[in-house]
């Protein structure tokens, strides 16, 4: 393993937000060079002192090769594993003996974020074996739920639409970046001003709402609606559209769940409004035969849902973490680091329905604990003194070099869970790592 006096750090697309150049100069306040590649003008905004990258897709890895060995890069850090320059700059590390690292929002919400090595996910190389993980969370602290870290939705928004527009007003000078999102910027900017007056109206019925699906003393089940756009859906799950999950979800609700059950169908709370759900909804339990069993939620307490309920269908939400906290019957259907024996139902949908088993009280605390200590820490990408506690933090992992450590596996172990569930995969590259101890 590297000492930290060795270790050389590149940067790549960080959040739109400051906390990559909060990164940037954390490595550099700790005696460790740290370059960064800027790859549209929104990133130029906030990026300073970074190398352009003007080029074509295709010629990226070519790019990244000779930056990362001219530079003797040791480590990169990128935001967002399944964006593609950075599933190419995953590849490239590991033929190049370089550990990657993904930082994204936190797997335990709110106020965490995620530094793990690879990919998330799918491609995440976090354990799957229980003696591993255990060993991991051997001596590890209970969570840390104290929410330190607050910011407001206009400061969100104020980071997403500078960046944009900024990237947008300015396109001529990275005229061959590539944006991997399913609609254009304007587009889903202009669909969210009716949605913000929608927002607050689903917030102020929002506990009524929640309140008369359990006060109906019926059984129930909750199914979270994610984002079209998130990664985590188009590239850890076999859906291309959620209409598609939506569908298989009812007709499997109207064959195997008992006939007094109601589905409870939350949208996700930063849905853009583009893809009408109530219309979806409506059509999808005609279908069904449905009618009366379907209710919609737009907004409401979670944990007041889930306290409820008989079972939780998801794809791969950080939803699902905070339903195994609560020991509730989880069920996924895409590709989650948290989907393993004894945490997650394992048998087919149309019998969870019937007999939803709940996780192992041991194993959730265990593998809890364990995530925490190898992939989670506590910051935020938009609070000033959260990006800079994040920032330190990440910088003494990676220091110590975390990504290398006998915490990891790889190739990563959930690829062939994932296939089995119609994912598709990038094959391992590189030599397979000898892991070192921490």
């Not at 040791?74 to 964006?83: P, Q, S, W």
């Not at 690292?101 to 998330?120: I, K, S």
């Not at 009716?194 to 006060?215: C, K």
Request: glycine share 6%; net charge positive; charged share 25%.
């Amino acid at each position: 393993m590297k000492s930290p006096d060795s270790r050389r750090v590149l940067l790549l697309q960080g959040p739109p937000t400051n906390f990559f150049s909060v990164l940037q100069q954390a490595f550099s306040d700790a005696g460790i060079p740290v370059m960064r590649v800027k790859f549209n003008a929104g990133d130029a905004l906030r990026a300073r002192d970074a190398i352009p990258y003007r080029g074509k897709l295709d010629n990226f890895a070519a790019f990244l090769t000779r930056l990362m060995r001219r530079e003797a890069i040791t480590d990169v850090i990128y935001f967002a594993d399944r964006l593609p320059y950075h599933r190419i700059a995953e590849r490239v590390a590991n033929q190049l003996g370089v550990t990657p690292y993904a930082v994204e929002n936190g797997y335990l919400r709110p106020d965490w974020l995620t530094l793990e090595p690879g990919g998330m996910g799918a491609f995440s190389r976090f354990p799957t074996d229980r003696a591993h993980i255990e060993a991991i969370a051997d001596g590890a602290p209970p969570l840390d739920d104290v929410i330190r870290y607050r910011h407001s939705f206009s400061t969100e928004a104020y980071f997403d639409v500078s960046h944009t527009l900024t990237r947008l007003v300015a396109t001529h000078r990275y005229r061959h970046y590539e944006r991997d999102r399913p609609h254009h910027p304007v587009r889903e900017y202009l669909s969210w001003l009716p949605q913000l007056a929608r927002r607050q109206w689903a917030q102020s019925r929002a506990p009524a709402q929640v309140n008369r699906v359990i006060a109906q003393n019926k059984p129930y089940f909750l199914f979270p609606m994610q984002l079209q756009e998130d990664y985590q859906i188009r590239h850890n799950s076999r859906y291309t559209r959620l209409a598609e999950l939506v569908d298989e979800v009812f007709a499997s609700f109207a064959r195997g769940a008992p006939k007094d059950a109601t589905l409870v169908v939350k949208i996700h709370p930063l849905d853009n409004g583009l893809q009408n759900w109530r219309k979806t909804l409506k059509k999808a339990k005609r279908d069904y035969g449905l009618t009366g069993r379907i209710r919609l939620v737009a907004a409401g307490p979670l944990l007041d849902l889930l306290e409820n309920c008989e079972g939780v269908v998801l794809v791969n939400s950080t939803v699902g973490m905070t339903a195994l906290r609560n020991l509730c019957p989880t069920k996924t259907m895409g590709a989650a680091v948290y989907d393993l024996p004894g945490l997650t139902d394992r048998q087919p949908l149309d019998a969870f329905w019937q007999n939803p088993t709940p996780p192992d009280p041991e194993f959730v605390d265990v593998f809890m604990r364990a995530l925490a200590q190898a992939t989670q820490l506590k910051g935020s990408f938009y609070n000033p003194e959260g990006m800079a506690d994040g920032a330190r933090e990440i910088v003494r992992r990676v220091a110590t070099g975390i990504g290398s450590s006998s915490w990891f596996v790889y190739p990563p172990p959930r690829l062939s869970r994932a296939s089995e569930l119609g994912v598709e995969v990038d094959p391992p590259v590189g030599p397979q790592k000898v892991m070192l101890t921490v």
